[in-house]
């Protein structure tokens, strides 16, 4: 499984960022693809998570009500919108893919993509 992240940048607080993340490889729909951040000095943390078959989904409380992530079958694309930013969110993006029902641990995902950086001033 192969993915790879766009659509990170710097915005002001209030304001909406959409990160995608494209998937590809053998059996993919079989895994959970997910979004995590790291901010300097801190340790990697979820933030939300979509099963490709059954759609289910779910979400760090820190952004419950402000990002969604979804799915485009079509183009084979996991997509987190991001709403509301906080100067708090800012971290470099990494999505990732588990085969597990093991979520929110980073160290059960098997693929990662390559970061992209969210910037929120205040």
């Known amino acids: 499984v192969q993915l790879q992240a766009s659509g990170g940048g710097m915005v002001q607080a209030g304001e909406s960022l959409r990160l995608s993340c494209e998937v590809s490889g053998r059996a993919f729909s079989s895994y959970s693809t997910g979004w995590f951040h790291e901010a300097p000095g801190e340790e990697r943390e979820f933030v939300a998570v979509?099963?490709?078959?059954?759609?289910?989904?779910k979400y760090a409380d820190s952004v419950k009500g402000r990002f969604t992530i979804s799915r485009d079958n079509a183009k084979n694309t996991v997509v987190l919108q991001m709403n509301s930013l906080k100067p708090e969110d800012t971290a470099v993006y990494y999505c990732?893919?588990?085969?597990?029902?093991?979520?929110?641990?980073?160290?059960?995902?098997?693929?990662w993509g390559q970061g992209t950086q969210v910037t929120v001033s205040s």
């Open positions: 979509i099963h490709w078959s059954t759609g289910s989904t």
């Open positions: 990732a893919a588990t085969s597990t029902s093991k979520w929110t641990m980073p160290q059960m995902y098997n693929y």
